[in-house]
T-cell receptor, first 116, second 110 residues
Framework: GAVVSQHPSRVICKSGTSVKIECRSLDFQATTMFWYRQFPKQSLMLMATSNEGSKATYEQGVEKDKFLINHASLTLSTLTVTSAHPEDSSFYIC????????????FGSGTRLTVV | DAKTTQPPSMDCAEGRAANLPCNHSTISGNEYVYWYRQIHSQGPQYIIHGLKNNETNEMASLIITEDRKSSTLILPHATLRDTAVYYCIVVSNTGNQFYFGTGTSLTVIP
């Protein structure tokens, strides 16, 4: 089946530093990928839509200068959390649509970010 | 914004069928109903989806009412590994964004 790989699975960083999370589609091309954030005991919240070769589209209330998204190829999207603070600690998940003939939108396994 | 409502939690005895309801009364004609589940600290896993006909696959069955305003996910023989949060999501066939609701936390009891 379609696979989306996320890296790293866990990361701890110091407050004020930046962290990059990668999302790769392993066996299909994705012109669009999606980034979600999930706080403990809460549902997934869509942050932004990543578009290959163009600017990402951010959901209302999500700071585009803080959460930088780059979708430079058809198989890779990156989310960079800039100047991270403890309140940015969360579970970040990406997803992509493998296209017709395959079931559903595929999600990555997530990245647990802890800012200390 | 999420267009679905689900009960926050349910229990099911191991080996019995788990029936998870979802209300999507504002669904429009080109919107599909998708079901995903999430086990703690993992990414959501696709289960099944449908438009208006009932669907069945190796994991579950999806029953959609004739007016499409609600649906039920059926896990025919629940196991302990089915304990998870189950999300019902409505998405347009022309759009890609998934807006998750609060989901149903299913606990399968031995």
């Amino acid at each position: 089946g379609a696979v989306v790989s996320q890296h790293p699975s866990r990361v701890i960083c110091k407050s004020g530093t930046s962290v990059k999370i990668e999302c790769r589609s392993l066996d299909f091309q994705a012109t669009t990928m999606f980034w979600y954030r999930q706080f403990p005991k809460q549902s997934l919240m869509l942050m932004a839509t990543s578009n290959e070769g163009s600017k990402a589209t951010y959901e209302q209330g999500v700071e585009k200068d803080k959460f930088l998204i780059n979708h430079a190829s058809l198989t890779l999207s990156t989310l960079t959390v800039t100047s991270a603070h403890p309140e940015d600690s969360s579970f970040y998940i990406c997803s992509a649509n493998p296209g017709q003939g395959r079931d559903g939108y595929t999600f990555g396994s997530g990245t647990r970010l802890t800012v200390v | 914004d999420a267009k679905t409502t689900q009960p926050p939690s349910m229990d099911c005895a191991e080996g019995r069928a788990a029936n998870l309801p979802c209300n999507h009364s504002t669904i429009s004609g080109n919107e599909y109903v998708y079901w995903y589940r999430q086990i703690h600290s993992q990414g959501p896993q696709y289960i099944i989806h449908g438009l208006k006909n009932n669907e069945t696959n190796e994991m579950a069955s999806l029953i959609i009412t004739e007016d499409r305003k609600s649906s039920t996910l059926i896990l025919p023989h629940a196991t302990l590994r089915d304990t998870a949060v189950y999300y019902c999501i409505v998405v347009s066939n022309t759009g890609n964004q998934f807006y998750f609701g609060t989901g149903t936390s299913l606990t399968v009891i031995p």
